[in-house]
């Protein structure tokens, strides 16, 4: 034992040293951790999409320096419907891309993203993911780039889009305002009667979606009403009517529809515009539609989102058909 007691500059440079091993320590364990821990399946959802959407942005833009997939033998969409601003919107919200251990991991699950054969089979495997991951926040965005996607394809040549609508100049001439609806008032909630196998509980966010599906189902029948036979937007909201009327029928619609209150109304508002172009309305309508079903999305659970995302197909389609924008939006119903 010294004589000396240690002064106390000495038991400074001590402590210092024991915090400095204590850290580099925590260092290495970090990092071996980083290194060796499992990927969980979220995180693989997450990295897949992003691989996607990289691979969809190296199709449309293959100048582009951000792109880092390889792109495919077929051009899935006019890029000026998803443009450079937009895919980066959407590679933001997918999160950072794979790290070196994160790749390693993906390649050992053997989850390697095959090249994308098409926007509309790019927009599937999203739905696919965002079905089945546990994260309600990714879940909406793997549902909100989905929906994009499925707009820009609704929009491509071989989709049959229509051009768009000139209904308000062909009318069927029935007087403005109210009159407008005459075939629409009247209308009594869907049918609750078929066997839920869908959406269950009564989560604000899924009522207000089935609300705006059924708003878009009232615009559309009030539009068919307007606009005369034969005009060329006519055939698309036709089938507008009958799809939202089949969605609303649906038996997995049940349980939200016997909510309390009910999400639907006898009677809405026309949308602004509604009378110069019935048509374009109507679109307007079903993309307020498909915002909100992403919201729905996010409050479904893991598993139980597929009627939800086919929702949002059709109306994501169907708005994109009656009312286009070019470009698209980055991530509806997510701000």
């Known amino acids: ?140 965005s793997l549902a909100a780039v989905a929906a994009s996607w499925w707009a820009a394809d609704a929009s491509s040549p071989s989709s049959g889009a229509a051009s768009p609508s000139t209904a308000g100049s062909e009318s069927s001439g029935a007087a403005d305002g109210g009159a407008t609806t005459g075939e629409v008032t009247g209308r009594g909630s869907p049918s609750a009667s078929a066997t839920p196998a869908g959406p269950v509980g009564c989560e604000p966010e899924q009522l207000a979606a089935v609300t705006a599906v059924d708003r878009a189902q009232f615009v559309a029948e009030a539009a068919q009403a307007r606009i005369s036979t034969g005009n060329a937007a006519r055939t698309d909201v036709d089938a507008t009517v009958a799809r939202l009327h089949d969605t609303l029928e649906d038996g997995r619609a049940a349980g939200l529809l016997g909510c309390d209150p009910g999400p639907v109304a006898a009677w809405y508002d026309l949308p602004e515009g509604f009378t110069t172009d019935p048509a374009r309305a109507t679109g307007a309508a079903e993309r307020e539609a498909s915002e909100a079903v992403v919201r729905a999305v996010a409050t479904s659970t893991a598993g139980q989102r597929s009627w939800w995302l086919g929702v949002l197909q059709d109306t994501a389609h169907g708005a994109q058909r009656l009312d286009p924008q070019k470009p698209v939006a980055a991530l509806p119903g997510r701000g």
């Open 1 to 140: 034992m010294s004589s000396h007691p240690s002064t106390p500059r000495e038991r400074s440079w001590r402590t210092a040293a024991a915090v400095l091993a204590v850290v580099l320590l925590l260092v290495v364990a970090a990092g071996l951790w980083a290194h060796w821990r499992p990927l969980s399946d979220d995180d693989a959802a997450r990295l897949a999409a992003r691989a996607t959407a990289e691979s969809v942005r190296a199709q449309l833009h293959p100048g582009s320096s951000a792109s880092s997939a390889q792109a495919g033998s077929a051009k899935p969409s006019d890029g000026s419907l998803l443009t450079s601003a937009v895919l980066d919107r959407q590679l933001d919200e997918l999160g950072p891309p794979a790290t070196p251990t994160q790749t390693r991991h993906m390649t050992e699950r053997g989850e390697e993203s095959p090249a994308v054969e098409s926007l509309s089979d790019a927009a599937g495997r999203l739905a696919d993911a965002a079905d089945g991951v546990h994260d309600a926040d990714l879940a909406a």
